[in-house]
């Protein structure tokens, strides 16, 4: 028996996995696991079948406690581990190749790895993985790595009363004395931290959507605060959507939710077994808001089922992206298949406005970056990988059109199911959907950082404009300009009703002129950001500050309010605005602010600038 004493570190360079990458070509593993109630520890029996090119030894990642027995291609070798690497001799390594290990391993109590949970309420226990990025080998030996996907063949003896849920359907539940033994159906190949165990007394919902099996599950002490009406209803409209929009039916058979307790993270898109956190089960009666957010992140997660579990990003560098289009499609899923159809109110006032502020910041940088080993995986996960990335795939679709976007993903999904892809093959595949070259906008938007201001110039000769322009500026430090897609919005009052004309318009320097303008009617405000497609500070004209100074309260649309908050803000900060009169604003329109989260945002940032801005 080889025990791990180590203080090597656990982590996973991307120019090993590059390494790795190039020698194994496909994983099979059948993993047989033993679970007793109260235990602090677990057995495993794992088998590993692999391809293999080249020579060398290849080392498997395992963290484990000890290792007893370890046979590759049928001979017991001893074993070569530091803790975390477990290698495989090169002279015992052939063309094709099993490996067996059969070992103990205690369980995590850190959120992280196959943790385990007791309940203070009632005394029982709990058990759930959580494994992104690099933490699937704490539970049984593997290539952890994400291309180097595998299929997953699992066996669980646990106790008779409990749940055991995986990644696929249970092929059979038989008898083993007290316990239970569960066998399930081989998985579809993904990658290694998307496996999923969760193993328990859990309280569970089931229903049928078609051809897929829904389920939902939470602590038994919880049972009675699960509204499984509106989680179901949800998980019902989020995969007719998806499904339709990509034109590829749910690739994994069953979808599973689990609401688990002392998780590090808000949820996490295991393949067919998302896991969410269980503040989500709302023990008191829940706002609109508190709806909502659930909401969005139940379809970010199944958005996941697709991009990020069937086509998984090669590595580590392109998790930004992953993330970024699981926030983009949530919020649109949001919009166009439920009832919370003020999504994009809440993107611009959150996902949005969080991006800007990261973005201002010494610390800012490009989207798109290269992440040299696991370790670094989060630690430019930020309001610009995270918030900036999805603003800007919002933007994208601008420019590129729905239509465009959406064949372009189609496309992806068809060439790349069940496999890996970059950043370049992804915007490659929307050059095939929409027929846009993106190179050049990939460069710009993508590996430049900070953003632009974006205003206007205009002139009216009585009531009608004579010249109209938009202006794009850039920092000093980061003199980009980028092409932007957006709409012009003049507001106009007429006769005490206020009407909006909405033109479209594109920048790409300095200034653009808006042909399409003259002539029509002066407006009281422009904004040229409206309906939030672009990803740019607005700069108001005086013109339309002394409008919004007297009628914001007026405008209906509250997604123009929420940018026209957000854009006195930015002029206060751009020194283009005094700080008392964004306070007097605020003292005089946030009492007429109907929109909970609007609301917050003005005194939010009436607070901070008191502590920063005024005299």
């Not at 001979?75 to 090169?90: A, I, N, Q, T």
């Not at 909970?596 to 607070?607: F, M, V, Y």
């Given at each position: 028996?080889?025990?791990?004493?180590?203080?090597?570190?656990?982590?996973?360079?991307?120019?090993?996995?590059?390494?790795?990458?190039?020698?194994?070509?496909?994983?099979?593993?059948?993993?047989?696991?033993?679970?007793?109630?109260?235990?602090?520890?677990?057995?495993?029996?794992?088998?590993?079948?692999?391809?293999?090119?080249?020579?060398?030894?290849?080392?498997?990642?395992?963290?484990?406690?000890?290792?007893?027995?370890?046979?590759?291609?049928?001979?017991?070798?001893?074993?070569?581990?530091?803790?975390?690497r477990l290698w495989l001799p090169g002279e015992a390594i052939a063309a094709s190749n099993t490996v067996r290990v059969v070992y103990e391993n205690d369980y995590d109590h850190e959120g992280d790895?196959?943790?385990?949970?007791?309940?203070?309420?009632?005394?029982?226990?709990?058990?759930?993985?959580?494994?992104?990025?690099?933490?699937?080998?704490?539970?049984?030996?593997?290539?952890?790595?994400?291309?180097?996907?595998?299929?997953?063949?699992?066996?669980?003896?646990?106790?008779?009363?409990?749940?055991?849920?995986?990644?696929?359907?249970?092929?059979?539940?038989?008898?083993?004395?007290?316990?239970?033994?569960?066998?399930?159906?081989?998985?579809?190949?993904?990658?290694?931290?998307?496996?999923a165990l969760v193993v328990g007394p859990y309280h569970e919902a089931r229903e049928r959507h078609g051809e897929v099996e829904i389920g939902l599950f939470c602590r038994k002490s919880l049972a009675?605060?699960?509204?499984?009406?509106?989680?179901?209803?949800?998980?019902?409209?989020?995969?007719?959507?998806?499904?339709?929009?990509?034109?590829?039916?749910?690739?994994?058979?069953?979808?599973?939710?689990?609401?688990?307790p002392e998780f590090n993270a808000g949820a996490m898109e295991n393949v067919g077994l998302v896991t969410h956190n269980e503040y989500m089960v709302f023990r008191d009666p829940p706002t609109e808001?508190?709806?909502?957010?659930?909401?969005?992140?139940?379809?970010?997660?199944?958005?996941?089922?697709?991009?990020?579990?069937?086509?998984?990003?090669?590595?580590?560098?392109?998790?930004?992206?992953?993330?970024?289009?699981?926030?983009?499609?949530?919020?649109?899923?949001?919009?166009?298949?439920?009832?919370?159809?003020?999504?994009?109110?809440?993107?611009?006032?959150?996902?949005?406005?969080?991006?800007?502020?990261?973005?201002?910041?010494?610390?800012?940088?490009?989207?798109?970056?290269?992440?040299?080993?696991?370790?670094?995986?989060?630690?430019?996960?930020?309001?610009?990988?995270?918030?900036?990335?999805?603003?800007?795939?919002?933007?994208?679709?601008?420019?590129?059109?729905?239509?465009?976007?959406?064949?372009?993903?189609?496309?992806?999904?068809?060439?790349?199911?069940?496999?890996?892809?970059?950043?370049?093959?992804?915007?490659?595949?929307?050059?095939?959907?929409?027929?846009?070259?993106?190179?050049?906008?990939?460069?710009?938007?993508?590996?430049?950082?900070?953003?632009?201001?974006?205003?206007?110039?205009?002139?009216?000769?009585?009531?009608?404009?004579?010249?109209?322009?938009?202006?794009?500026?850039?920092?000093?430090?980061?003199?980009?300009?980028?092409?932007?897609?957006?709409?012009?919005?003049?507001?106009?009052?007429?006769?005490?009703?206020?009407?909006?004309?909405?033109?479209?318009?594109?920048?790409?320097?300095?200034?653009?002129?808006?042909?399409?303008?003259?002539?029509?009617?002066?407006?009281?405000?422009?904004?040229?950001?409206?309906?939030?497609?672009?990803?740019?500070?607005?700069?108001?004209?005086?013109?339309?500050?002394?409008?919004?100074?007297?009628?914001?309260?007026?405008?209906?649309?509250?997604?123009?309010?929420?940018?026209?908050?957000?854009?006195?803000?930015?002029?206060?900060?751009?020194?283009?605005?005094?700080?008392?009169?964004?306070?007097?604003?605020?003292?005089?329109?946030?009492?007429?602010?109907?929109?909970?989260?609007?609301?917050?945002?003005?005194?939010?940032?009436?607070?901070?600038?008191?502590?920063?801005?005024?005299?």
């Amino acid at each position: 028996m080889t025990t791990a004493t180590t203080d090597v570190r656990d982590n996973l360079t991307q120019a090993d996995a590059e390494a790795r990458a190039a020698r194994v070509r496909y994983c099979d593993y059948t993993l047989d696991l033993q679970l007793a109630r109260g235990a602090e520890t677990y057995r495993g029996d794992a088998m590993l079948r692999f391809d293999a090119t080249g020579s060398g030894d290849i080392f498997l990642d395992f963290r484990g406690k000890t290792i007893e027995v370890l046979e590759v291609n049928g001979s017991k070798v001893e074993p070569r581990w530091d803790g975390f690497r477990l290698w495989l001799p090169g002279e015992a390594i052939a063309a094709s190749n099993t490996v067996r290990v059969v070992y103990e391993n205690d369980y995590d109590h850190e959120g992280d790895g196959f943790h385990q949970f007791k309940d203070p309420e009632d005394g029982e226990e709990y058990l759930y993985s959580n494994f992104e990025p690099y933490e699937s080998h704490r539970l049984f030996p593997q290539f952890d790595q994400p291309d180097i996907k595998g299929t997953y063949t699992l066996t669980v003896t646990a106790p008779g009363e409990w749940v055991v849920l995986h990644n696929s359907r249970a092929a059979s539940v038989t008898e083993a004395g007290s316990s239970k033994r569960w066998e399930f159906e081989q998985t579809k190949p993904f990658s290694t931290y998307l496996f999923a165990l969760v193993v328990g007394p859990y309280h569970e919902a089931r229903e049928r959507h078609g051809e897929v099996e829904i389920g939902l599950f939470c602590r038994k002490s919880l049972a009675k605060h699960l509204d499984t009406g509106e989680l179901f209803e949800l998980t019902r409209q989020g995969l007719d959507f998806f499904a339709s929009f990509f034109d590829f039916p749910y690739p994994f058979g069953k979808y599973d939710q689990v609401f688990v307790p002392e998780f590090n993270a808000g949820a996490m898109e295991n393949v067919g077994l998302v896991t969410h956190n269980e503040y989500m089960v709302f023990r008191d009666p829940p706002t609109e808001n508190q709806r909502r957010g659930r909401a969005e992140t139940l379809l970010h997660e199944m958005a996941h089922m697709w991009f990020g579990d069937l086509v998984t990003m090669r590595w580590w560098n392109d998790l930004w992206l992953n993330e970024s289009f699981a926030t983009y499609m949530s919020y649109l899923c949001l919009e166009k298949a439920t009832r919370f159809t003020t999504g994009w109110q809440d993107f611009a006032a959150s996902i949005k406005n969080w991006a800007y502020r990261q973005d201002q910041l010494v610390t800012t940088h490009p989207i798109a970056g290269q992440v040299a080993d696991t370790d670094q995986t989060f630690l430019n996960f930020d309001g610009i990988t995270y918030g900036k990335g999805a603003s800007v795939l919002k933007q994208l679709v601008a420019a590129i059109g729905m239509d465009g976007f959406r064949e372009g993903m189609r496309h992806y999904f068809r060439t790349y199911a069940y496999g890996n892809a970059t950043l370049a093959q992804f915007l490659q595949a929307l050059e095939q959907g929409s027929g846009r070259p993106l190179g050049e906008w990939s460069r710009l938007w993508l590996e430049t950082p900070s953003l632009n201001t974006i205003g206007t110039r205009w002139e009216a000769d009585g009531e009608r404009i004579t010249s109209f322009a938009l202006t794009q500026a850039a920092p000093a430090d980061y003199p980009t300009l980028r092409p932007h897609t957006l709409e012009v919005g003049l507001v106009r009052d007429e006769g005490g009703a206020l009407s909006v004309t909405v033109l479209p318009a594109t920048i790409d320097g300095g200034e653009a002129e808006v042909a399409a303008a003259r002539g029509l009617p002066a407006p009281g405000l422009v904004f040229p950001n409206y309906n939030d497609h672009g990803y740019a500070k607005v700069a108001l004209d005086p013109a339309s500050l002394d409008f919004v100074r007297g009628n914001l309260e007026r405008i209906d649309d509250a997604l123009l309010r929420a940018q026209l908050w957000s854009s006195l803000w930015n002029m206060v900060r751009d020194q283009q605005l005094k700080s008392p009169d964004f306070l007097e604003l605020v003292r005089a329109k946030v009492p007429l602010e109907p929109t909970a989260e609007l609301i917050e945002a003005a005194t939010n940032n009436a607070i901070a600038a008191i502590g920063r801005y005024v005299p």
